[in-house]
């Protein structure tokens, strides 16, 4: 089965390295961005915003004393967090748009994984590019990635310049699979790698309840806590899946894993689509992060996760746009304008997931998904993962609510800036 690719890969990474707009990892520098919009989770605030190092230094104002070695003229301009991507598989980006209008198990089965079967490392290598290239062009700056090749997604997103979770996908029976065994090593060897590397950070990435076995998933809780490391899984995505766990255990996929103790280790679960009252009522009580897939959910025709209910809960959700396999495109924008409106929808109420909410999904929630501090939002002291975006486009005229205009009338092609750990990696 033949992979189809738009370019190959040496004339897609000149191309990728030779452009202007892609300034990669060389320009470190401290930044002021003169006079613009700034959206902090408080207010839209107006003045100045200060870069020193990979740290915001001051919003709204120049500190005496500062002398940047950057101006940046805000007048016209948004300053906004940089989106955080929490489900993807970056190395999917050569299936776009060869598998679609497919059943999930079909699309999964049938299409995906034989072609994946015949992926090579550098396939994966070209794959993340492509995707790190088109999540800063949206402005997405920081995303979580299950992966099947190592070091390929974290030496994509190095080279770019993005900040990364990286997890390995993990599949066995048990703890004695040699593939297994093989698949976790490689996620270790590969967390040892790069572990100098301060924008790219690691979790165990078990598959799913039904690609990992039960004496895998007990091996894998007592791995996390061995090395200090969160869960990244997929999680009641289809109802098949939930349907399977029923009959064959005699309990849904999460009341599965809490009964072995899975959600003792910090986790991150994708999709959560169909849950009970007490599937949520667990999820809430165990802080499991929820990453919300509208748009993948709905072609793979998997259904709409009950997000208000989880909301309603206290529980931590924030969001990803799965694969280009599933998604097509990795548009965090889109992907928030999906989560507002399908809840609105299905709930019959428009004040339900009020763009403000849906921001916060996409940026500071992410952020604690993924354990990283101070990181989602514009505030003193933050890791300076900005996106200014042009306040000069059409679909923002005229901008009445700023706030609303991110989530209502943002198509992902706004950014003219994009600043990742303080430096200025895009820029059109």
């Not at 120049?62 to 598989?89: M, W, Y």
């Not at 200014?388 to 009445?400: E, Q, S």
């Amino acid at each position: 089965m033949e992979i189809v690719y738009a370019s190959r890969k040496d004339q897609y990474i000149a191309a990728f390295m030779s452009e202007a707009a892609f300034l990669g990892k060389d320009n470190d520098m401290d930044i002021r961005i003169k006079n613009t919009r700034i959206y902090t989770d408080k207010e839209i605030v107006k003045g100045d915003l200060c870069i020193s190092g990979n740290r915001i230094l001051a919003v709204g104002s120049t500190p005496a004393g500062f002398s940047p070695a950057r101006e940046i003229d805000g007048k016209d301009l948004f300053a906004v967090p940089g989106l955080i991507n929490c489900h993807t598989h970056s190395y999917m980006s050569v299936f776009r748009n060869i598998a679609d209008d497919l059943s999930f198990d079909e699309w999964l089965f049938g299409a995906i994984m034989p072609r994946e079967d015949k992926m090579t490392p550098e396939d994966g290598y070209e794959g993340a590019l492509i995707s790190c290239r088109e999540m800063i062009e949206s402005g997405t700056t920081c995303f979580m990635d299950m992966h099947m090749f190592p070091g390929m997604t974290a030496k994509a997103a190095k080279e770019t310049g993005m900040r990364a979770v990286m997890t390995r996908g993990l599949t066995g029976p048990d703890r004695e699979d040699a593939g297994a065994k093989r698949r976790l090593i490689e996620h270790l060897e590969e967390t040892i790698q790069f572990a100098d590397t301060e924008t790219i950070s690691f979790r165990l990435g078990p598959h799913a309840i039904y690609t990992c076995g039960e004496d895998y998933l007990r091996f894998l809780i007592e791995k996390a806590k061995e090395v200090g490391q969160g869960f990244h899984i997929h999680l009641s995505e289809s109802l098949k899946e939930v349907e399977d766990c029923q009959r064959e255990r005699g309990m849904s996929p999460v009341e599965y894993l809490d009964s072995i103790g899975f959600f003792e280790i910090p986790t991150c679960a994708a999709h959560c689509v169909h849950l009970s009252e007490n599937d949520m009522d667990i999820l809430a009580k165990k802080n499991v992060s929820v990453i919300h897939n509208p748009k993948s959910n709905l072609k793979l025709a998997n259904g709409i996760a009950p997000i208000a209910g989880l909301l309603e809960r206290g529980v931590n959700v924030c969001l990803g746009t799965d694969s280009q396999a599933s998604n097509n495109v990795l548009n965090m924008y889109s992907e928030m304008n999906f989560a507002a409106l399908l809840q609105k929808g299905v709930t019959g109420d428009p004040t339900v997931l009020p763009a403000k909410e849906v921001i916060r999904m996409a940026t500071v929630n992410g952020a604690k998904a993924l354990g990283i501090e101070k990181l989602g939002e514009i505030k003193e002291e933050y890791l300076a993962d900005i996106a200014l975006l042009d306040m000069g486009r059409t679909n923002y005229r005229p901008a009445n609510d700023l706030e609303a205009a991110l989530v209502y009338s943002s198509n992902g092609t706004e950014s003219k800036y994009v600043i990742i750990n303080g430096e200025v990696v895009y820029e059109k």
